[in-house]
């Protein structure tokens, strides 16, 4: 009964060592990517996500796009942007950030030098692994969900793969793995 017993310890303490190492392992994969259709800033005004980022050009200048649209709903996001280009903050492959109370942080991620199509790739992924190693120093625990656009695929004219190509270069790193980033695929919604 005895060496009954122990196997039976040594079995349970086998199990529970093997799930905690399990769950260890799968805590470690890198951040989560999803896509889906939706508005953005929608979205983030129903508190969907800790985060927005939108690409921006480095001339402070946020006049069409969505980057207009963040500037007219939340104009202290231009300020942000506004203050990055005073202090040389709004260079390519950087952010500026503002924290919307109640809502979150949005990102103006300058993922080109001038409006217009001249997106650079490099740029975008610079500023989003920048974006996220921002919340990894601040020390945000849990999951962190952060909502994009097709950033530089709009008006920066880039395909949907150049932004997929970066962001799949982010996907597995094991630095990032509390980030949950969601594609949202501009839809509006219908009255």
Known sequence: MYMFTTICIIITLGIIIYLMVKTSIQNKKGMIVTE?????????????????????NCQNMMGAGIAKQIKDKYPQVYDADTQATKYDFNTLGNYSRILIPTKGYIFNLYTQIYPGSNANSS??????????YYFKIKGVQGRIKIGVPLIGCGIGGLDKEDLLENINLLKDNNRFANIDLVIVNYKPSKR
């Open 123 to 132: 740029a975008i992924y610079n500023s989003l692994s920048e974006m996220i």
């Open 36 to 56: 889906i259709n939706g508005d953005l800033l929608k979205l983030f005004n129903q508190n969907v996500f800790t985060a927005i980022a939108h690409g921006c």
